[in-house]
């Protein structure tokens, strides 16, 4: 089992029960089996999944925990969590990061302007005038990880001029700078020219896109969360304000072990001028979610 701390033990499910027969969770008090009809006394008492499986964990205390907890437990929690880098870019600078790309005539500031949180944001512009410009930051996060979480609010201040299959990305994974990617996330135009949330990954030697059902809107922040898995059948998420906007399992992406995460805008497809606005960055190595639960992450002691 995992070792839970007790205040989150109190918060969890202690048992399943389970049919004797077939070994499907029945509900506790039940006397007979809906699924293979057999009757028993008393169903078999076995410790929860959530308490045998991390992400099972994870999944539970995102969708079940965090939305009941009062603010004093959500700071208790976040001493058993893991953060492996977050930058509000209240230093004014790019410090915190690895380095930063801007191809010409295009720009990456920090700036005053229009904080989502704070005194300060990012803000990169690509000109339009060629394709694939770009101007992110970087950091470097290391290859230790083959399952991570990118977390950014983005504002947009115009979102047009993309052709069909084109996209914007605005956070992403990298192998490597400026060369190999893994996955990135942004906004971008479905086949059907239909604008959306949109997410751009590496698949068994070939790079796929997949296309979220919501539209983002010029000039509203949006908080835009990429988990990214290595492996030869992985997952890729993209969630928008904390919903799941697009879900691409089974994907074989396991020679493109990550190890930088960009924010900003990375090498759009197409000849597009765009801007967008930045702000408190978090990469952990489980689900981050919105701001006010940015740092409540299951991951060390669990």
Request: net charge neutral; charged share 20%; proline share 4%.
């Amino acid at each position: 089992m995992l070792d839970v701390p007790l205040k989150l033990l109190r918060l969890l499910p202690m048992w399943d029960y389970i049919c004797p027969r077939c070994r499907r969770e029945v509900a506790k008090n039940s006397h007979k089996c809906p699924y293979c009809g057999e009757p028993h006394g008393v169903p078999l008492r076995v410790p929860s999944k959530v308490l045998k499986d991390k992400e099972a964990l994870e999944k539970y205390v995102h969708e079940k925990v965090f939305p009941k907890v009062s603010s004093w437990q959500r700071e208790y929690l976040t001493q058993f969590f893991t953060e492996i880098f977050s930058d509000g870019f209240e230093t004014g600078n790019f410090n915190a990061w690895t380095d930063i790309y801007v191809s010409s005539g295009c720009t990456l500031v920090v700036e005053t302007f229009n904080p989502h949180h704070g005194n300060y944001n990012l803000k990169g512009v690509v000109s339009g005038t060629a394709a694939g410009e770009f101007a992110f930051a970087i950091k470097n996060i290391g290859t230790s990880y083959t399952t991570a979480y990118a977390r950014g609010y983005v504002k947009y201040t115009g979102i047009s001029g993309l052709d069909a299959s084109e996209i914007i990305p605005c956070i992403g994974f990298w192998v490597n700078i400026g060369d190999t990617n893994t996955a990135r996330a942004g906004y971008g135009k479905n086949a059907a020219g239909t604008v959306c949330w949109a997410m751009r990954y590496f698949n068994g030697g070939s790079f796929y896109n997949a296309f979220g059902s919501s539209t983002p809107e010029p000039d509203k922040w949006y908080c835009v969360e990429l988990r990214c898995s290595v492996g030869a059948s992985a997952t890729l998420q993209l969630f928008v304000n904390g919903n799941l906007e697009i879900e691409v399992t089974d994907v074989n992406n396991s020679a493109r072990q990550f190890s930088y995460v960009h924010f900003g805008i990375d090498f759009n497809n197409g000849v597009v001028a765009a801007t967008v606005y930045g702000d408190c960055v978090v990469v952990a190595d489980t689900y981050i979610g919105t701001e006010p639960a940015k740092r409540l992450l299951v991951g060390v002691g669990l």
